[in-house]
């Protein structure tokens, strides 16, 4: 099987296996402070051994980068690494708040822009979203892109969670003038711009870890969308976890530029 194979079968039986948890009790037990920073909770701890017992169980040979469990070498020889966030989106499959999702990426080299595979899986009703590099990106199956032209609402997507005072008074003008929204998992809001649903994204809290754009960076560039770091050069990053990465996405430069005035 080749890697996107793999990363399909591991986020299919993610969703097998935790599609009975979110909202309940059993989802939130606390298991300290994950490699990626965040309190790892049981349903993230349940998601990620399911992606590395199926890993070993194929032979995989890689070296996986998980948001809770670190680097986890499960070969002598790795063909590449498999960067992990099991759930994107934990605050609310915690709570219930049907919006999150699974992020597996495989990349050959030490970058972003080495990642050849991505798959995400919204884990509220298990529909995929995948791409390789060259390949383009797809949704069920059906070969999807970003939007470009004018939509009748423009839905503009701004992380907020966490930012400072001065941050929300940048980005101001966005607030003003577009549809603001933001559903609190990363991955799945990259994959829906990707899919046409979401014009531009912005997240420039320097908060987003490799793990959450892994899978989300080759899925939308793959669906033809722009993407760029805080300095407006094209978004490129290295694996590390110390890396916090800040991000705007959009269709187009055009589309860009109407958006985001200079913030
Ligand atoms: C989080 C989500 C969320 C973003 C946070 C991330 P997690 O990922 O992507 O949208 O606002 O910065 O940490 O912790 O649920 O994997
Ligand atoms: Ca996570």
Redesign the pocket.
Known sequence: MDALEILREASRRIYENVKDLPGTDLAAGDFGRGAGG?ISRNIDIVAEKTVLEYLEEAGFECVVLG?ECGRVELSDNPSGYVIM?A?????NAVRGVPFFCSSLAFARGERLSSVTAGVITDLTGGQSYWATSGGGAFYEGKKIGVRHGDPIYKIVSV?T?GASRELLERLQPVFENNHTRHF????LEMAMFARGLVDVLIDIRG??RIQ?IAAGYLIAREAGGLLLDEHMRPLDSDLSYETRISFVAAANRAMLDKTVPKI
């Open positions: 965040d948001e966030d759930i994107d989106g934990s605050a992380n969670s609190g998992a990363n991955a908060k987003i959450d």
